[in-house]
């Protein structure tokens, strides 16, 4: 709990320059250009975003896909508070969404989970599986573990770290990140029992995201 509250407190920090260092949306383009005949293929109606932060990528998700109804879950009330998009809120953990078990046809999460500690990312997992409708998607990207980031990273393990936040700020603010491998991401959401129908990588720059698509 403790940890959870002091990433809450990071992002609070950030969030009213956050959009300001971003090409909004930018990943959430690249990743539909691979999935988006899976995800336009199962017609959701009811779409969630775990970690949306200010809701860049729901906003593109929302305009690839048309008439839906559209969630944001983020942790930081301020991320939300940031945000201009018509869109429902919920201010909410990733490791506990409160919302009615089997609601959901589609749970995107984009460059969130890399945030969650391992000890906690099961949870996180588990609980997005329960929202989702049997059948249901499930689409996550994740930061790899590579040159680019380690070079960045001011290390607690291997690929588990802190990432210095400066932009706009008059001080320093570390985030936390736990960097995937290679596979890491397909077995953890294996583990909790979704299928995985797609994986890949995306390339932006010199840094490397994971993905997937995977069914419940």
Do not use: Q
């Amino acid at each position: 709990m403790e940890r959870l509250r002091d990433l809450m407190a990071v992002y609070d920090t950030i969030s009213r320059i956050y959009a300001e260092t971003r090409e909004e949306g930018l990943l959430a383009r690249k990743l539909l250009n691979d999935i988006g005949d899976l995800i336009r293929g199962s017609s959701p109606s009811v779409v969630l975003d775990v970690g949306a932060g200010v809701g860049g990528n729901l906003r593109v998700t929302k305009s690839f896909l048309g008439r839906a109804f559209y969630i944001g879950c983020d942790l930081s009330l301020g991320m939300i508070r940031a945000s201009h998009e018509p869109i429902d809120w919920i201010n909410c953990s990733a490791t506990y969404v409160p919302m009615r078990r089997g609601f959901v046809d589609l749970v995107i999460s984009i460059a969130t989970l890399h945030h969650i500690p391992k000890s906690l990312i099961g949870d996180a997992l588990r609980d997005i599986y329960e929202v989702l409708k049997s059948g249901g998607l499930f689409v996550a990207t994740v930061w790899g573990c590579n040159e680019a980031t380690v070079r960045r990273l001011r290390p607690i393990n291997d690929c588990e770290g802190f990432i210095t936040w400066s932009h706009g700020l008059n001080r320093d603010i570390p985030r936390y990140y736990r960097l995937y491998r290679e596979g890491e991401l397909e077995g953890e959401v294996s583990s909790v029992g979704f299928t995985i129908i797609r994986s890949g990588i995306i390339r932006i720059g010199s840094f490397i995201n994971y993905y997937l698509v995977s069914r419940k």
